[in-house]
Protein backbone atom coordinates (compact mmCIF):
# COMPACT_ATOMS: atom_id res chain seq x y z
CA UNK A 1 0.00 0.00 0.00
CA UNK A 2 1.23 3.49 -0.88
CA UNK A 3 2.04 6.01 1.74
CA UNK A 4 0.70 9.60 1.23
CA UNK A 5 3.60 10.83 0.36
CA UNK A 6 3.98 8.57 -2.56
CA UNK A 7 0.37 9.16 -3.66
CA UNK A 8 0.88 12.76 -3.44
CA UNK A 9 3.24 12.13 -5.55
CA UNK A 10 2.08 10.20 -8.09
CA UNK A 11 -0.94 12.52 -8.26
CA UNK A 12 1.43 15.34 -9.02
CA UNK A 13 2.63 13.54 -11.60
CA UNK A 14 -0.76 12.60 -13.41
CA UNK A 15 -1.37 16.43 -12.89
CA UNK A 16 1.72 17.46 -14.93
CA UNK A 17 1.06 15.11 -17.47
CA UNK A 18 -2.52 16.52 -17.61
CA UNK A 19 -1.12 19.79 -18.29
CA UNK A 20 1.06 19.37 -20.84
CA UNK A 21 -1.43 17.31 -22.77
CA UNK A 22 -3.86 20.12 -22.66
CA UNK A 23 -1.47 22.38 -23.65
CA UNK A 24 -1.03 20.00 -26.84
CA UNK A 25 -4.84 20.37 -27.75
CA UNK A 26 -5.74 16.12 -26.43
CA UNK A 27 -8.46 17.26 -24.47
CA UNK A 28 -9.48 13.99 -23.84
CA UNK A 29 -6.12 12.78 -22.44
CA UNK A 30 -5.88 15.61 -20.25
CA UNK A 31 -8.92 14.63 -18.53
CA UNK A 32 -8.03 11.26 -18.02
CA UNK A 33 -4.66 11.90 -16.58
CA UNK A 34 -6.63 14.48 -14.39
CA UNK A 35 -9.34 11.86 -13.23
CA UNK A 36 -6.27 9.54 -12.37
CA UNK A 37 -4.52 11.98 -10.46
CA UNK A 38 -8.33 12.78 -8.24
CA UNK A 39 -8.30 9.09 -7.50
CA UNK A 40 -5.01 9.36 -5.90
CA UNK A 41 -5.45 12.61 -4.46
CA UNK A 42 -8.83 12.25 -2.76
CA UNK A 43 -8.36 9.74 -0.42
CA UNK A 44 -5.54 12.25 1.21
CA UNK A 45 -6.98 13.36 4.54
CA UNK A 46 -5.99 16.17 6.45
CA UNK A 47 -4.91 14.09 9.22
CA UNK A 48 -2.67 11.66 6.94
CA UNK A 49 -1.02 15.37 5.59
CA UNK A 50 -0.32 16.56 8.62
CA UNK A 51 1.56 13.47 9.82
CA UNK A 52 4.26 14.56 6.96
CA UNK A 53 4.08 17.92 7.94
CA UNK A 54 2.25 18.96 4.81
CA UNK A 55 -0.63 21.52 6.46
CA UNK A 56 -0.26 25.24 6.33
CA UNK A 57 -2.57 26.01 9.27
CA UNK A 58 -4.07 29.73 9.19
CA UNK A 59 -4.25 31.44 12.06
CA UNK A 60 -8.24 31.54 13.03
CA UNK A 61 -9.62 34.65 12.42
CA UNK A 62 -11.86 36.30 15.32
CA UNK A 63 -15.19 33.59 15.54
CA UNK A 64 -13.98 30.96 12.80
CA UNK A 65 -13.03 27.54 13.56
CA UNK A 66 -9.03 26.44 12.52
CA UNK A 67 -9.09 26.14 8.81
CA UNK A 68 -6.53 24.28 7.06
CA UNK A 69 -5.63 24.13 3.72
CA UNK A 70 -2.89 21.38 2.73
CA UNK A 71 -1.44 21.19 -0.67
CA UNK A 72 -4.09 18.30 -1.85
CA UNK A 73 -6.18 20.84 -1.04
CA UNK A 74 -4.63 23.33 -3.51
CA UNK A 75 -3.62 20.17 -6.10
CA UNK A 76 -7.79 19.45 -5.87
CA UNK A 77 -8.65 23.09 -6.31
CA UNK A 78 -6.56 23.17 -9.48
CA UNK A 79 -7.75 19.77 -11.01
CA UNK A 80 -11.11 20.51 -11.03
CA UNK A 81 -10.51 24.63 -12.56
CA UNK A 82 -8.42 22.41 -14.93
CA UNK A 83 -11.33 19.98 -16.20
CA UNK A 84 -13.48 22.83 -16.01
CA UNK A 85 -11.65 24.35 -19.07
CA UNK A 86 -11.19 20.66 -20.67
CA UNK A 87 -14.81 20.39 -20.42
CA UNK A 88 -15.75 23.98 -21.82
CA UNK A 89 -13.10 22.98 -24.69
CA UNK A 90 -15.39 20.15 -25.23
CA UNK A 91 -18.79 21.84 -24.58
CA UNK A 92 -19.74 19.74 -22.21
CA UNK A 93 -21.64 22.68 -20.20
CA UNK A 94 -22.79 20.89 -17.10
CA UNK A 95 -19.39 19.27 -16.35
CA UNK A 96 -17.76 22.56 -16.99
CA UNK A 97 -20.05 23.81 -14.30
CA UNK A 98 -20.13 20.97 -11.85
CA UNK A 99 -16.28 21.01 -11.92
CA UNK A 100 -16.16 24.65 -11.80
CA UNK A 101 -18.45 24.67 -8.31
CA UNK A 102 -16.17 21.75 -7.09
CA UNK A 103 -12.47 23.99 -7.46
CA UNK A 104 -15.02 26.74 -6.13
CA UNK A 105 -15.93 24.85 -2.92
CA UNK A 106 -12.33 24.59 -2.05
CA UNK A 107 -11.36 28.31 -2.87
CA UNK A 108 -14.25 30.50 -3.30
CA UNK A 109 -11.50 33.19 -4.72
CA UNK A 110 -10.94 31.32 -7.74
CA UNK A 111 -11.97 33.56 -10.43
CA UNK A 112 -10.62 30.98 -13.48
CA UNK A 113 -12.79 28.98 -12.08
CA UNK A 114 -15.84 31.23 -11.37
CA UNK A 115 -15.19 32.55 -14.95
CA UNK A 116 -15.49 29.17 -16.60
CA UNK A 117 -18.83 28.54 -14.61
CA UNK A 118 -20.14 31.81 -15.47
CA UNK A 119 -19.45 30.60 -19.71
CA UNK A 120 -20.81 26.97 -19.14
CA UNK A 121 -24.19 28.46 -17.68
CA UNK A 122 -24.43 31.07 -19.82
CA UNK A 123 -23.89 28.57 -22.48
CA UNK A 124 -26.88 26.12 -21.03
CA UNK A 125 -28.89 29.79 -21.23
CA UNK A 126 -28.75 30.58 -17.18
CA UNK A 127 -28.08 33.98 -18.62
CA UNK A 128 -29.30 35.38 -15.25
CA UNK A 129 -26.97 32.99 -13.36
CA UNK A 130 -23.95 33.50 -15.51
CA UNK A 131 -24.62 37.92 -15.72
CA UNK A 132 -24.30 37.63 -11.98
CA UNK A 133 -21.10 35.71 -11.77
CA UNK A 134 -19.92 37.68 -14.21
CA UNK A 135 -20.71 40.89 -12.24
CA UNK A 136 -19.20 39.73 -9.06
CA UNK A 137 -16.03 38.52 -10.98
CA UNK A 138 -15.79 42.02 -12.43
CA UNK A 139 -16.73 43.92 -9.13
CA UNK A 140 -14.09 41.20 -7.40
CA UNK A 141 -11.46 41.23 -9.99
CA UNK A 142 -11.02 44.16 -11.81
CA UNK A 143 -8.09 42.41 -14.14
CA UNK A 144 -10.68 40.26 -15.45
CA UNK A 145 -13.45 43.20 -16.96
CA UNK A 146 -12.52 43.11 -20.49
CA UNK A 147 -13.11 39.43 -21.29
CA UNK A 148 -15.76 39.73 -18.66
CA UNK A 149 -17.03 42.23 -20.27
CA UNK A 150 -16.73 40.10 -23.52
CA UNK A 151 -18.63 37.46 -22.83
CA UNK A 152 -21.43 39.60 -21.17
CA UNK A 153 -21.72 40.81 -24.30
CA UNK A 154 -22.07 37.76 -26.20
CA UNK A 155 -24.30 36.23 -23.99
CA UNK A 156 -27.02 39.09 -23.95
CA UNK A 157 -26.98 39.04 -27.53
CA UNK A 158 -27.75 35.81 -27.60
CA UNK A 159 -30.46 36.62 -25.19
CA UNK A 160 -32.15 38.84 -27.09
CA UNK A 161 -32.03 36.65 -30.64
CA UNK A 162 -33.64 34.09 -28.43
CA UNK A 163 -36.60 36.01 -26.83
CA UNK A 164 -37.13 37.65 -30.56
CA UNK A 165 -37.11 34.07 -31.65
CA UNK A 166 -39.56 33.28 -28.80
CA UNK A 167 -42.36 36.28 -29.46
CA UNK A 168 -42.22 35.75 -33.20
CA UNK A 169 -43.22 31.80 -32.50
CA UNK A 170 -45.70 33.24 -29.99
CA UNK A 171 -46.96 35.68 -32.51
CA UNK A 172 -47.36 33.25 -34.73
CA UNK A 173 -49.28 30.92 -32.72
CA UNK A 174 -51.94 33.72 -31.40
CA UNK A 175 -52.06 34.43 -34.85
CA UNK A 176 -52.99 30.76 -35.73
CA UNK A 177 -55.07 30.72 -32.67
CA UNK A 178 -57.44 33.83 -34.01
CA UNK A 179 -58.12 32.34 -37.28
CA UNK A 180 -59.33 29.14 -36.31
CA UNK A 181 -61.63 30.57 -34.01
CA UNK A 182 -62.54 32.87 -37.10
CA UNK A 183 -62.86 29.87 -39.34
CA UNK A 184 -64.68 27.89 -36.32
CA UNK A 185 -67.60 30.90 -36.09
CA UNK A 186 -67.72 31.25 -39.68
CA UNK A 187 -68.53 27.59 -40.56
Not at 30 to 59: C, E, F, I, R, T
Not at 107 to 132: I, T, V
Amino acid sequence: MASAEEKLAVGKKHKETADQAFKNGDVQAALASYHSAMLYLQGLDKSAMASLGMVNPSPPKEGEALKQKTEVDELVEKIYANMSACHLKKENWKRAEETASKALAKNDKNYKAMFRKAKALGEQRFFEKAEKLFLEIKEKNPSDAAAVDHELARFRAIDKELEKANREKLKGFLNKSKKSDGEKASA
